[in-house]
DNA sequence: CTGAAAGCGCTTACAG
DNA sequence: CTGAAAGCGCTTACAG
């Protein structure tokens, strides 16, 4: 580092000297609220100007109690779903002058949370966003004091304290269901991503939309959200010879679920159709392009930072948001004649 | 936001009147450096507990200068590459109980750049790393001021004032090329991201290896990063008969690069061979199987915080990273005896 | 070991 | 319009 050498930033009072001026009347030329002498006004903008100087925010926010951090607790940030919503959080921040400072939770257990939360609590936070789309974020969520201003992105609808961003997650479970029944599978196997704690909402949709058709309800299979244990479930499932249709958790899994059967010899979708969750940049390229339940990550965390700001209340707060739908392509059909049987 | 009413957070002085005892008391039980008695300490640590007390980092960082923020600018947040650079950040940040404040920088123009700069320096900043993937990073780091700590992920060296974790592009450029060429294919094709102003190291390393080779140099084919924009592409190479093997700039293009082909009506590798750059997750599970230069983002994330933490120094300060290798799989091969000839 | 005092860099009343 | 003063929540010498 002794590269670069630093010198040492400029204060306030450092542009007042090189100005001829008090301290607080830079700070109002920064602020704008009063009135500033034109001369004066300019003497300061050039030292700052030639001073490079930039406030320090952590003394502007002691002193005014505004604050322009967006803490995020998240349990990941690369996954699709995750990376998108982070970008709708930074986006909305951005255009507020605001800028959002990451923690991962990275594990459930009670000292990675409380580690986390310490951390992202300990900077000067004008509010926190939560994804709840993992136990880490429930987790976290039940871990924030009362005394920061809290927002989730979450499937499912709390106790009315927290304002949420919500996906329908169950609506969309059951949606798809029904379009792949409709298709005239006798049912449809579920190879599930990890919920927030309980079952996920898509899964409970799943669940009630075979029930609600009559047609027998398989045991789900379990992933880690990524593709390869994607790939490893449909090896279990094209041992079977029930299996017609497979929804799966998220378009990852769906990747990897639609790769697997392949490998074990069937085709998708005329042995077997997949569905997928989330229409991941890639669905629409997949071989085949998968049929998918669409999400807007992006607008979900840009509604994160409206409820945290307050820009959005009412009939928004905890209402599902109406981005989701199905995308027809090309992995999902009718049974074969043989199999529908 | 009527939901949650917000307490006042409390303050290290009502942890001292709750534990009877006085502020710096407190103060020193937290930080740990001096001896205080055992009962006045677990009185207070009681205290913080009843009220949920979190130090006030702006507070701490004013008076110790010690600053808890590594700010970090980029051009895009979920891309593959930038996603997991991102991730080995903040591991390596929240190891050393930091947290990491993103920025994006929307454009490269003038204004959206200063804004941005401008947005992260007005944050408590230990330091801030720039991802100098593209032009939006490298204007950042231009405009960055000589008094805040920087370290850059870069694919090329600087001017040595910067500590750099680099990645060697050129150097990957030339092997994957090399590699192609080795296979018996005349010349090799390149679809290219954009680079950061200049043309990127592995677009380099390609020509070159070309030239080396006196194999011809096809004018290259330029992209937006997407897999859309490499399909696009694709459709354009379909319709050359001179092409046999196809370099791309990152995997999400040699994805689209795939599929295009494909819809076109070519096989990969049979008529056309296709090779990446990164080994995006998906490119084991692609079809073909992706052959791509493999690179460890997530090292390259956790160097920079080494470099800006001043732990990592010397050798490793703008040594390409050794973590570029070429994963050979399913998408490349010798081309056909009649394209060959 | 522990308290009173000073000060980090800012902003906001308070006087002029 | 503009400066001197006080204070935000902490930590760090300084005295005891």
């Not at 009347?25 to 609220?33: D, I, K």
């Not at 709840?132 to 709390?158: H, K, M, N, W, Y």
């Not at 279990?236 to 299996?243: G, Q, W």
């Not at 074990?264 to 159709?273: E, H, K, T």
């Amino acid at each position: 580092m002794t590269a670069r050498p630093l010198k040492r930033p400029p204060v306030l009072a450092d542009v007042a000297r090189a100005a001829g001026v008090s301290v607080p009347t830079v700070s109002r030329v920064l602020s704008g609220v009063t009135r500033v002498s034109d001369d004066k006004r300019v003497q300061v903008m050039r030292a700052i100007e030639e001073l490079g100087y930039h406030p320090n925010a952590a003394a502007r926010a002691l002193v005014t109690g505004q604050r322009s951090i967006i803490g995020v607790l998240t349990g990941d940030t690369t996954r699709y779903g995750y990376a998108s919503t982070i970008q709708g959080i930074e986006e909305a921040a951005r255009s507020a002058g605001l800028v959002v400072a990451i923690t991962v939770v990275g594990a459930a257990d009670e000292d990675a949370v409380r580690a986390a939360v310490g951390l992202a609590l300990g900077q000067p936070l004008a509010g926190v966003i939560v994804l709840e789309f993992d136990i880490q974020g429930s987790r976290a969520l039940a871990a924030l004091p009362d005394t920061v201003a809290v927002a989730a992105v979450s499937s499912t609808a709390g106790n009315g304290r927290i304002p949420r961003a919500l996906f329908d997650d169950h609506q969309g479970g059951w949606d798809a269901t029904n379009y792949l029944l409709g298709l005239g599978h006798r049912t449809v196997h579920h190879v599930a991503v990890p919920g927030s704690g309980r079952p996920s909402g898509r899964m409970l949709g799943w669940r009630e939309a075979l029930k609600a058709a009559g047609a027998p309800v398989p045991r789900p299979l379990e992933t880690d959200w990524t593709a390869r244990s994607g790939y490893d479930a449909a090896l279990r499932l094209a041992k079977r010879d029930d299996v017609t249709a497979v929804l799966c958790g998220n378009d990852e899994v769906a990747f990897g679920v639609i790769k697997g059967l392949q490998d074990a010899g069937l085709r998708v979708p005329d042995d077997i159709s997949v569905a997928g969750f989330d229409d991941h940049p890639l669905a629409q390229l997949w071989t085949p392009a998968l049929t998918t339940m669409a999400q807007d990550f992006a607008e979900l965390g840009r509604s994160a930072v409206g409820f945290l700001l307050g820009r959005l209340t009412g009939d928004q707060f905890e209402a599902p948001s109406a981005n989701l739908h199905l995308v027809v392509r090309d992995s999902t059909a009718p049974p074969r004649p043989a199999a529908a049987s």
